[in-house]
């Protein structure tokens, strides 16, 4: 079936600091794929998306690119804020029209 | 700024007993699902909507589960007989599923259910 596996947080930066989220996926076909954030006390928010394979999604500072050969989907930001803390997930839609499949989350913690 | 309301926030329950939580979608979106996420790991899927009608349910949505959207506007999840598994945010998310809008889900803060 379909999976979505992220690298084990916390994550802790200084700010500043280059960050990567590792995020893999298991899927047949083409999924959507996605990164939600989730700040304390908030819902899910749609951080970026990408549709098909050498798409880049970007938002706020954060990119990923939709890489279909390595079928990974990786969160990065070149200069982290203490406010980019949060909890990442990356997901998947099957055909971007269905339910999305999460990974486990990655808890981002940057200090000043 | 009307998004995705989910009411309550918080419920504390004794075990056996009977809960229903409200989830009232963005105007307009056609879609509605519903997702269960414990501590520490990503929402997952329970059930979906289209309009009114419910067109996929999980098999972690046992029989003690019930979902409606009566008129195609807000959902309600019933949850019978709660046991202490069924300990968990309860998240509700909408979209507009066409071709231009790419159903992009959008989710509520989610009820935090406690069963003791």
Redesign the interface.
Known sequence: GNS?TQMEGPVTLSEEAFLTINCTYTATGYPSLFW?VQYP??????LL?A?KADDKGSNKGFEATYRKETTSFHLEKGSVQVSDSAVY?C?L?KT??????????TRLLVSP | DT??SQNPRHKITKRGQNVTFRCDPISEHNRL?W?RQTL??????LT?FQNEAQL?KSRLLSDRFSAERPKGSFSTLEIQRTEQGDSAMY?C?SSL?TALA?????????TRLSVL
């Open positions: 979505v939600y006390g908030e819902g899910l928010q749609l998306k549709t997930f997901a839609s971007g029209f269905q339910k999305l499949v999460f990974g486990t989350g | 998004g995705v699902y997702y520490g790991q990503g929402p997952e899927f979906y996929e998240l998310a599923a790419k159903n992009i889900q959008y989710f509520g803060a989610g």
